[in-house]
C-alpha cells in the first residue's frame, strides 16, 4: 500500500501539531512513493539508507521512515512482509492480539481498507485500535475510480454518516483526484456500531464479478476470514 503526497502532508500535519503522538498502528505493509518522498526530502531530511521495498522504484518502506522520526510503529498484514503483525483484518483484533487494542495515537490506512473483505470488522478494528482522543487517517479509492481494483470504494457520504454514527470529529474531509482522504478523532463519545447500522451506510460495492478484480490475484489473504 502506498502513502503519497496528500497522505504524507496529512500524516504530517498531526504528527507536527500534536507532540503526544507516539504510537503509529498501519494498516499494511506500506511503502512511501515518489512524490511523498520528494515532499519529506524538501522539508523534513534527506531520505538516505532507507530499504528499497517491493513496490516501485524507490519506494521505501513506512516502518522505516516512522521509527526514524523516533515513533514506535506497529503495521499490520496478514502477508508478515516489512515487519507486519500477521493479524487478520476480517476479524476483531481484540481476539488475536488484545494488548494492541486503545493504544495508536494515530492509525493510518492508505490504501489497505478497500481490499478487506470484511468492512465492518476492518471498520471496527480501526476503532479498537486507536486510543481517546487518537486519530485516524484514511485514504481510499473514490466511487468510479480504480476500476475493476478491489470491491469496495468510497465517498464523502459514506465517511460523513459513518463519522456522526461513531461520533467521530472529522478533522479534515477532502476529495482528490481518484480517492477520498479523510483525518478524524476518536473522542470520549464514540462508540462502535451494529454490523445492521454498518450495513446501511452508503459503501459502494462494485459490481464486476469477483473473477475480474485484479486484487484479489494480487492480495488473496486479503479475502480470508479466520
Known amino acids: 500500500m502506498a502513502i503519497r503526497l496528500n497522505s504524507i502532508k496529512q500524516i504530517h500535519e498531526i504528527l507536527d501539531n500534536h507532540t503526544n503522538v507516539a504510537h503509529i498502528v498501519e494498516f499494511g505493509n506500506a511503502y512511501i512513493r515518489g ?12 531520505l538516505d539508507g532507507f530499504t528499497q521495498g517491493v513496490g516501485k522504484k524507490g519506494d521505501i518502506i513506512s516502518k522505516e521512515y516512522f521509527q526514524a522520526l523516533g515513533l514506535k510503529h506497529t503495521s499490520i498484514d496478514l502477508n508478515g512482509r516489512e515487519g507486519c503483525l500477521p493479524l487478520n483484518l476480517c476479524t476483531p483484533i481484540s481476539t488475536q492480539q488484545p494488548d494492541l487494542i486503545g493504544t495508536a495515537d494515530l492509525l493510518i ?19 479498537m485500535l486507536t486510543k481517546i482522543n487518537g486519530f485516524m487517517i484514511h485514504t481510499l479509492p473514490k466511487k468510479g475510480h480504480w476500476v475493476n481494483h478491489s470491491q469496495y470504494k468510497y465517498t464523502t457520504q459514506f465517511f460523513i454518516e459513518l463519522c456522526n454514527k461513531m461520533k467521530y470529529n472529522i478533522i479534515q474531509l477532502k476529495q482528490l483526484d481518484d480517492l477520498i482522504q479523510i483525518c478524524i478523532q476518536k473522542v470520549k463519545n464514540s ?14 460495492v ?12 494480487l492480495y488473496p489473504y486479503a479475502y480470508k476470514r479466520g
Request: aromatic share 10%; hydrophobic share 35%; glycine share 2%.
Open 35 to 46: 512524490d511523498a518522498r520528494d515532499w519529506i526530502t524538501s522539508n523534513k531530511f534527506e
Open 109 to 127: 490506512d492508505c490504501g489497505t481498507t478497500q481490499h478487506v473483505q470484511h468492512q465492518y470488522e476492518c471498520f471496527m478494528n480501526a476503532f
Open 191 to 204: 462508540a462502535v456500531i451494529t454490523k445492521d447500522e454498518f450495513d446501511k451506510l452508503p459503501l459502494h
Open 206 to 217: 462494485e459490481e464486476t464479478p469477483v473473477e475480474l478484480l485484479n486484487d484479489r490475484a
